[in-house]
């Protein structure tokens, strides 16, 4: 007798993304299209209604993103995921919620055949319910406690590293991208500079310039300047600039009288 196929749902906010997965989907006679959606309600609304096998998943999207959409599922109606997203801090978090995959845009016919052929083997085998139950269980513990940045994942070249936000000094916009100061080395990730704050938490990282983001630990010195703003001394030696836009939050932060 011949399994069923495979019913997927594709939720991204990015209509070429969205057209590319369906092109490779296509190709796959024992995988069903059942949705598409662009944004974070809409995906919550179509999981509901099709309940699908596995859903394609963007991590940032309108509306909510897509860990928020896995909270927002219950328990019976909970899909496989693989994440799909141009930003590869996610990843850890994704793997700690047993995702099945994890595809890192822009990737390839190759790398999807990969996420593919890996699905299939999931619904081949009983670690489908497993899995399911695993990630349930850690959606359970992190829904009303905000999850901060711990750890970022770097890629450079064929190597994947792991940097602690910990040994992070500053955080220095660049475009899309951005650098992360360590005092050693400053690797530079895809990531604008206010989605990277939105990771980081509050009580350790302030934004101090439109273009930088400070360790508050690190400061070392605080020196005034003209027009409000002041100058500030890390424990390395790095002088950075303090904006008067922002100057209060950091006060307020560091309990400094303003």
């Avoid at 650098?179 to 509050?202: I, Y």
Wanted: aromatic residues 8%; hydrophobic residues 40%; neutral net charge.
């Amino acid at each position: 007798m011949k399994n069923a196929p495979i019913r997927a749902l594709i939720a991204d906010d990015e209509a070429l993304a969205r057209k590319f997965i369906r092109r490779m989907l296509k190709d796959n006679h024992d995988v069903e299209i059942v949705g598409e959606c662009s944004n974070g309600k809409d995906a919550v609304a179509m999981i509901r209604k099709q309940n699908p096998d596995v859903v394609f998943l963007d991590v940032q999207m309108p509306e909510m993103d897509g860990f928020a959409v896995l909270e927002s599922i219950g328990v019976d109606q909970l899909p496989e995921i693989i994440f799909t997203t141009a930003y590869e801090q996610y990843a850890i978090r994704a793997f700690e919620l047993h995702a099945l995959d994890y595809l890192l845009k822009p990737f390839d016919q190759a790398r999807f055949k990969d996420a593919i052929q890996h699905a299939k083997a999931r619904f081949r085998s009983q670690r489908q319910k497993d899995g399911r139950l695993q990630m349930s269980a850690l959606l359970e513990s992190i829904k009303n406690k905000p999850q901060y940045l711990e750890r970022l994942v770097i890629k450079t070249g064929g190597r994947i590293t792991f940097l602690s936000t910990d040994e992070i000094n500053w955080i220095e916009a660049d475009d899309k991208y951005v650098h992360l100061h360590t005092g050693k080395v400053s690797p530079m990730v895809r990531q604008t500079l206010n989605a990277m704050e939105a990771q980081l938490d509050p009580r350790k990282f302030s934004r101090i310039h439109r273009s930088a983001i400070v360790n508050v630990e690190r400061i070392k010195e605080l020196q005034p300047l003209f027009s409000g703003e002041h100058s500030i001394l890390l424990e390395d030696g790095t002088k950075l600039t303090l904006s008067r836009s922002y100057k209060d939050k950091l006060f307020e932060l560091l309990g400094k009288p303003l």
